[in-house]
T-cell receptor, first 116, second 113 residues
Framework: DTGVSQNPRHKITKRGQNVTFRCDPISEHNRLYWYRQTLGQGPEFLTY????????KSRLLSDRFSAERPKGSFSTLEIQRTEQGDSAMYLCASSKSGGHSGNTIYFGEGSWLTVV | AQSVTQLDSHVSVSEGTPVLLRCNYSSSYSPSLFWYVQHPNKGLQLLLK??????LVKGINGFEAEFKKSETSFHLTKPSAHMSDAAEYFC???????????FGRGTSLIVHP
């Protein structure tokens, strides 16, 4: 068990460019989450997958954002036409369904995005 | 619906003194509650969790929290603060059919030598 892995850890991009982040969850975790965190704030939910199905999306996830989990393992989060307001840390987390409904989610180290 | 309120944005203590970080929750169902810690430029690490077993939960690094249903609280405590405890702490609720944990805004713990 190597934990949740995210890359790249840091990305600086020019406004208007597209960026993609990758998340590798803990093996056998069927649930995967993306959160966004800005300075001084708690993480805000973006989207949630159970296996390959994207079951929930936050209103924060504008049409410039898209997330996939094609084989129910790793996931990608793409931001198109980046804006300065997209600058944040993007956190991926995973958990395993079954057992108690209060599933424990485990977070990666995050991917920092700076849009200049 | 579920929500979390962390009552203090900053808590400042001296090394060796007790720590209290306050959290109140709101939930339509029996909640599961968690505390996570985040050190600067790092991801979130699970400190402890309550999932309807014992109301007093012990976590890592000497932290513990007590679930009080009557007060809808889940405060985090530690008897003696260490410099390495300085970090951001998040209280999190997950309940009912929602698999989407909701975070509080965080409490910054400052530890003075």
């Amino acid at each position: 068990d190597t934990g949740v892995s995210q890359n790249p850890r840091h990305k600086i991009t020019k406004r208007g460019q597209n960026v993609t982040f990758r998340c590798d969850p803990i093996s056998e975790h069927n649930r995967l989450y993306w959160y966004r965190q800005t300075l001084g704030q708690g993480p805000e939910f973006l989207t949630y997958f159970q296996n390959e199905a994207q079951l929930e999306k936050s209103r924060l996830l504008s049409d410039r954002f898209s997330a996939e989990r094609p084989k129910g393992s790793f996931s990608t989060l793409e931001i198109q036409r980046t804006e300065q307001g997209d600058s944040a840390m993007y956190l991926c987390a995973s958990s395993k369904s079954g057992g108690h409904s209060g599933n424990t989610i485990y977070f990666g180290e995050g991917s920092w995005l700076t849009v200049v | 619906a579920q929500s979390v309120t962390q009552l203090d944005s900053h808590v400042s203590v001296s090394e060796g003194t007790p720590v209290l970080l306050r959290c109140n929750y709101s939930s339509s169902y029996s909640p599961s509650l968690f505390w996570y810690v985040q050190h600067p430029n790092k991801g979130l690490q699970l400190l402890l969790k309550y999932t309807s077993a014992a109301t007093l939960v012990k976590g890592i690094n000497g932290f513990e929290a007590e679930f009080k249903k009557s007060e809808t609280s889940f405060h985090l405590t530690k008897p003696s603060a260490h410099m390495s405890d300085a970090a951001e702490y998040f209280c999190v609720v997950s309940s009912g059919g929602s698999y989407i944990p909701t975070f509080g805004r965080g409490t910054s713990l400052i530890v003075h030598p």
